[in-house]
């Protein structure tokens, strides 16, 4: 609880609400045979298991390749200590895209055995089974994240969903709306690109005549969404003005037309939205606290992508089947690229980068075939040079391929310790020597 009818809730805590803890789990991230696509497997405390063609540890058949020695590797868990030691296989074990002999795994890493690769992660003894949804993922995060929403759907007070930008705060706010069985729709408004002499028209409307202009009467956005959801993107953004307007339509249901000596009312529900935390924008005084305090009845802190690696693969497939709207499947190289990319734009950033693979598809529908994105993907970190060096120094090109925002590539090079004109420099000085 964050205060005095406050629920809070963090989906990316494990174990929470009487749920099982999460157990080390090694999951089928990449195989040649997608049924075998995401399957897991509990690694027992103390107990050795030798993984090679004959185990079915994954289901009968899933390492039954000719690349893949009947004894292959072993692996042992003893307390979080969770090692990998090659057996002595003809083509070798590897951990993120290196041969090893024997190697201590961290969660997140990726064990190469043939032509399968097996993500390492701490996740739930079972896997969710979730309904089909515009969220896509099969994280225990992700079901958590889903509970959290079918929960929030039945409570009609503000949700505020949180999270850093690409995680898909709006489809989260989509499937809050859908699952509300309300009658209305749901009207989405970008609070940051609201300028001050237009808030109060844009969101209450207008009477005819109300100011120069104003030949006819006009809505507003709070009418719109009457019976349905109204959407505030990115609240945080929002100007000191927009935020003294939402205080009386969200705590009295009441709003002031333009011009309007009547007061009107709305059934319409709230929920907003931040990229930016807003505890300690209210500490620091750049957003309200009263009106914290009324969008915060309920909050939603959806995990970024880096925290729940085995939802990568899912979403690119998705994605890939999305855009090219045929059946694709990823390459191998580029399946182990997107595993060990951090992805400071979260699934947002994925989705470009899918797009961008389209380009290379193989006869017979494998994506990135040549190898290109997976090799950028591997030489890049979040903003390094590799990737600002592909888009020219730029700025606005980095950002547009990445799918993600120009604040938040200067807010990566920023934090990545990088020299921005230095690196133009020097990247001028290579182009003309």
């Not at 097996?118 to 089974?129: E, M």
Request: glycine share 12%; net charge neutral; proline share 6%.
């Amino acid at each position: 609880m964050s205060g005095a009818g406050t629920t809070r809730t963090d989906v990316q805590a494990a174990g929470e609400g009487g749920e099982a803890p999460a157990a080390p789990l090694l999951t089928v991230a990449f195989h040649p045979d997608p049924v075998f696509i995401g399957r897991r497997h509990v690694l027992p405390e103390g107990e050795p298991i030798a993984l090679g063609r004959l185990s079915s540890h994954f289901g009968r058949g899933a390492l039954d390749h000719d690349v893949v020695s009947r004894q292959h590797v072993r692996i042992t868990r003893s307390g979080e200590r969770v090692s990998v030691q090659d057996l002595g296989s003809r083509n070798g074990t590897s951990i993120n895209g290196v041969r090893i002999g024997e190697q201590v795994l961290e969660p997140g890493d990726v064990v190469g055995v043939g032509p399968v690769l097996l993500l390492h992660h701490l996740g739930p003894v079972l896997a969710p089974r979730l309904r089909p949804c515009a969220l896509v993922g099969a994280s225990g995060a992700h079901a958590r994240l889903l509970a959290e929403i079918e929960r929030a759907a039945s409570h009609r007070g503000c949700v505020l969903i949180q999270g850093e930008t690409g995680v898909g705060k709006e489809l989260v706010a989509t499937e809050i709306h859908g699952r509300s069985g309300l009658a209305g729709r749901l009207v989405a408004v970008n609070c940051g690109a609201l300028a001050d002499g237009v808030v109060h028209s844009e969101l209450f409307g207008h009477v005819r005549g109300a100011f120069s202009g104003a030949g006819r009467e006009r809505a507003g956005l709070v009418r719109a969404a009457g019976g349905g959801t109204l959407f505030l993107d990115e609240v945080g953004d929002g100007s000191p003005a927009l935020q003294a307007s939402l205080l009386r339509p969200i705590e009295q249901a009441e709003y002031r037309p333009v011009g309007s000596d009547e007061l009107a009312h709305t059934d319409a529900r709230f929920v907003a939205a931040s990229h930016v935390p807003l505890e300690p924008a209210v500490e620091s005084g750049r957003f309200r606290r009263d009106l914290y305090g009324r969008i915060s009845r309920w909050v939603i802190d959806v995990p970024p992508l880096r925290q729940r690696p085995d939802d990568i693969i899912p979403l690119a497939q998705h994605f890939a089947r999305q855009a090219a709207g045929r059946p694709v499947r990823l390459s191998r190289a580029l399946a182990l690229a997107l595993l060990r990319h951090p992805w400071p734009g979260n699934a947002r950033q994925l989705r470009a980068v899918i797009e961008q693979a389209l380009a290379d598809v193989s006869p017979s529908g494998e994506l990135d075939a040549g190898g290109r994105m997976a090799e950028r993907l591997l030489a890049a970190g979040p903003c390094g040079p590799p990737a600002f060096e592909a888009a020219g120094g730029s700025v606005k090109r980095l950002a547009a391929e990445l799918g993600v925002s120009r604040q938040s590539v200067y807010r990566w090079i920023e934090q990545a310790g990088i020299d921005l004109p230095d690196l133009r420099h020097r990247q001028g000085h290579q182009r003309t020597s």
